[in-house]
């Protein structure tokens, strides 16, 4: 059984620009969350996506977007990249099944806006 | 609006001896709980998990108490190793309502050879 994979492990990027992050969930997960970790602090839910759509989302703005592919997998992008931004990006994957309910994280993106 | 805090962001412990580490939730919906441990420059890693219907759980070294009365959880971890040393978690959730986690800021464990 695999675990949840991500990539980039760091990125460092400019002010403005524009990052696509990536996560491949735990075999038998349908459902991806992404989180936002600064340093010292908790992890801030993004959203998560189920079935390919966008299901919950936290107090982000429309600059983060997602997607989920029919294997799963998902995408955070992040356009119009500000100094805030900077954080570990952290991909959680799930089954949401009364029998396998839980998360599991992936190691997260480190990224870096300067 | 929904939170999760921690008593102690700090916490040394002696190796071999036991450590406890509390939190304390807001939002009495919530029905999941979930502790994870956190070592530098990596993802979450998850411990052990309580539902609502429990007040206790016990894992390898390691007990979950919850107490709905007052809002209340705590991590046990009895004869605490060098590799204990971490950033602990908890962590709130609704199943299958509101799908998302609500962290706390975090108790950063250090065990002392």
């Known amino acids: 059984e695999t675990g949840v994979t991500q990539s980039p492990t760091h990125l460092i990027k400019t002010r403005g620009q524009q990052v696509t992050l990536r996560c491949s969930s735990q075999?038998?997960?349908?459902?991806v969350s992404w989180y936002q970790q600064a340093l010292g602090q908790g992890p801030q839910f993004i959203f998560q996506?189920?079935?390919?759509?966008?299901?919950g989302r936290g107090n982000f703005p429309p600059r983060f977007s997602g997607l989920q592919f029919p294997n799963y997998s998902s995408e955070l992008n992040v356009n119009a990249l500000e100094l805030d931004d900077s954080a570990l990006y952290l991909c959680a994957s799930s089954a949401l099944e009364p029998a396998n309910y839980g998360y599991t994280f992936g190691s997260g993106t480190r990224l870096t806006v300067v | 609006g929904e939170s999760v805090g921690l008593h102690l962001p700090t916490l040394s412990v002696q190796e071999g001896d036991n450590s406890i580490i509390n939190c304390a939730y807001s939002n009495s919906a919530s029905d999941y709980f979930i502790w994870y441990k956190q070592e530098s420059g990596k993802g979450p890693q998850f411990i052990i998990d309580?539902?609502?219907?429990?007040d206790k759980r016990q894992g390898q070294r390691v007990t979950v108490l919850l107490n709905k009365t007052v809002k209340h959880l705590s991590l046990q971890i009895a004869a605490t190793q060098p590799g204990d040393s971490a950033v602990y978690f908890c962590a709130e959730n609704i199943r299958f309502g509101n799908e998302k986690l609500t962290f706390g800021t975090g108790t950063r464990l250090t065990i002392i050879p």
């Open positions: 075999s038998g997960h349908n459902t």
């Open positions: 996506y189920y079935r390919e759509e966008e299901n």
């Open positions: 309580i539902r609502s219907n429990m």
